[in-house]
């Protein structure tokens, strides 16, 4: 079991450092917007990376602005162990989520942190309902994971693949910060080759644990200034702004495309009802759309398909 447990650390190990180099942000992608509450995310094979990571690759957050994304992740299928091949199950500890510095906050301004109480009342939801198990030997110890079976079977072709989406809001303060995310692989028992056993977090195999615990940290930047091809890599929007706020009445939407795409502005009320919508075929490069609104607060957004972003707006007479 040694041998095997190093095999799995050093492919762990791997995995860790080009992670960490090329997929340098956690938890975020396209996602629907919900002011109080996140949704959920559906796992979508075309949108995971091969043969694993994390999609989007960077996150990039405006200061006060709400962003809602969805990311998609796909994790190793399989670790060689001499002349054996082993499926390792995964499960994310997600009591363990935490930022560095906190730049990033929910939408509804709470900090940052993963409701455990109520996953969907917080920033962060899974596509796999948490589960409250042991995490260690000692059975009076218990987190909450969300885990991804390995379906097992021929390299790259069935991977565990899986999502969350994250609906946050840049703090004020612009800067980089880390997420740091713990996630467990496990081989469950002796007698099941295949991996799909998910039942047991804590395994042993010969007397020795056969689970390994490993921390990602990822890089989360506030920014008013998206770089271009990062922002091209989130989807179709480059900038997006409500001019002017407060308004006078008058308000007008500008953003810009990296390229065409079907765009639909949508304007909520504070507590929630839609009192606008437009749907239109818009072209690459700046693009304006004027709004006439009685006085209130707003909260206008703005939908791609694949990116939903929004921002507050006041109206005054």
Known sequence: MSKGKSALLDFLGKWYICGDMRYVAFLYAVGAFLYAQCGACTPDANQSPTPYGFNPAVLYVRPGVDTSLTIYFTFPDEVQQGSITVYPNYAIWVDSLKLDRGLIMAQSEMPFAYNTTNPTAGPITFDQMHRY??????????????????PGGTAGQTPPIGCARVCVKGGPTEGSDTLRVKVRAFIPTLGDGSG??????????????AWLDTTFRYVVVVTSTIPAALAQGRGEVARFTVLPNPAYGEAEVRFSLHGPALVSLEVYTADGRQVYGHTGLYSAGEQRHGLSLPAGLYRVVLNTGTVRLSQSLVVVR
């Open 133 to 150: 198990k042991p995490y260690a030997t000692n059975p009076d110890r218990y987190a909450n994971f969300v885990v991804y079976q390995n």
């Open 196 to 209: 799909k056993d998910t039942t047991n977090l804590t395994p042993q195999l010969l007397g020795q644990n």
